[in-house]
């Protein structure tokens, strides 16, 4: 497995932006498919985006579209969420994922996760 860390989570006003990382290190990053998931208080772990191994593809749950981008760093073992236009329905924890497939939306398809960021979007 891979071991992953989140960072780059907090408070911004709706209509804000946030740059959410996460670290990987313990197997080789390019042969994992990583995969940015959020869970908000009493709702089930949801979609946010993923992205292949070598950075090549990229899709996203349709209401973050356009708002959302996922990118990868191979020189750094990094995965970023850029967030834009934020709202207050964003509130979440926001984890990273790896998968050694690329292409799946559910949660379960995933090896490895991080211990979650906190985004908190105030109206």
């Known amino acids: 497995q891979v071991q992953l860390v989140e960072s780059g989570g907090g408070l911004v006003q709706a209509g804000g932006s946030l740059r959410l990382s996460c670290a990987a290190s313990?197997?080789?990053?390019?042969?994992?498919?990583m995969g940015w998931f959020r869970q908000a208080p009493g709702k089930e772990r949801e979609f946010v985006a993923a992205?292949?191994?070598?950075?090549?593809?990229?899709h996203y749950a349709d209401s973050m579209k356009g708002r959302f981008t996922i990118s990868r760093d191979h020189s750094k073992n990094t995965v970023y969420l850029q967030m834009d236009t934020l709202k207050p329905e964003d509130t979440a924890v926001y984890y990273c994922?790896?998968?050694?497939?690329?292409?799946?939306?559910?949660?379960?398809?995933?090896?490895?996760w991080g211990q979650g960021t906190q985004v908190t979007v105030s109206s």
């Open positions: 994922a790896a998968t050694a497939r690329y292409g799946s939306n559910w949660y379960g398809s995933y090896d490895s």
């Open positions: 313990g197997r080789t990053f390019s042969n994992y498919a």
């Open positions: 992205i292949s191994g070598r950075g090549r593809m990229t």
